[in-house]
């Protein structure tokens, strides 16, 4: 297939492979990825609920990036993360400012007692509801904002020959039935599906390494040819838009009944 602008394409490719990556920071595609705002504020919804609370748990907290920035936090703050390379980051960020940074593995129990939480948050990081009601005291709180199954599904259907969505029940209705089982009682639940803009091809290559799950075993080697499409595209377009799709709850567990 031919290259629009082969120099430039090879360029990108190569500046998105060596740039760095590390927490949850996306810094890199500044002016080079737009990607609107879910119509809540989610930072927001999180100060106006930890001014009230004495204890709370960041679930996946990534590099800390967003507990960091939710100050003045409450007196026992932890944060969990299971992902090696960040939680090293979590810990220069976050112990300063007196959060207790706990290494975690997918899929085992969380290390904390029963009823310990005000508050639980978890920001596109994956959960057990009944671990959470487990952790959470009578009338404490569950509020997350997730990234849908479907999300950016177009550049999968560009890259991917045969078209997987392993995530594709993961939404809204999923995460509420999932919830409602464990007996939490539903607050606010919205969705909403954003745009996202990509203005050249080492915003894709560089999203995409950060995102390993979104395109199994992606490599601008293993998928050139479908990678050179999408350049085209921006080349002959000035971007390339897919389909962001998030959602919100606030959930509460049940108090004790008198």
Do not use: C
């Not at 969990?80 to 940074?101: C, F, H, M, S, W």
């Amino acid at each position: 297939m031919q290259i629009v602008n082969p120099e430039r394409y090879q360029s990108l490719v190569a500046e998105a492979q060596t740039a760095g990556f590390s927490g949850w920071d996306f810094s890199w595609l500044e002016g080079r990825m737009l990607q609107e705002e879910p119509p809540w504020d989610y930072p927001e919804i999180i100060r106006s609920h930890i001014k009230s609370v004495q204890t709370l748990l960041d679930l996946g907290t990534g590099g800390g990036e967003l507990l960091a920035s939710l100050l003045p936090l409450p007196p026992q703050t932890h944060a969990t993360e299971a992902y090696p390379p960040n939680q090293a980051i979590a810990r220069k960020r976050l112990e300063p400012l007196g959060v207790t940074v706990h290494d975690v593995v997918d899929g085992e129990p969380l290390p904390f007692n029963e009823e310990v939480f005000d508050l639980v948050i978890s920001r596109h990081e994956s959960f057990d509801p009944r671990e959470v009601d487990r952790i959470l005291k009578p009338d404490g709180t569950f509020i997350i904002q997730q990234v849908g199954g479907l999300n950016n599904l177009e550049l999968n259907q560009v890259l991917e020959d045969d078209l997987t969505s392993p995530y594709s029940d993961w939404g809204l209705a999923s995460a509420l039935t999932g919830l409602s089982e464990a007996d939490f009682l539903i607050e606010r639940a919205e969705k909403a599906t954003l745009k996202s803009t990509f203005l050249d091809i080492g915003a894709i290559v560089y999203y995409l390494k950060a995102i390993p799950w979104q395109v199994e075993g992606f490599s601008p080697e293993t998928h050139s040819e479908k990678l050179v499409q999408i350049h085209n595209i921006i080349e002959r377009q000035g971007e390339f838009v897919a389909t962001a799709h998030r959602f919100l709850i606030i959930a509460k567990k049940k108090g004790v009944e008198a």
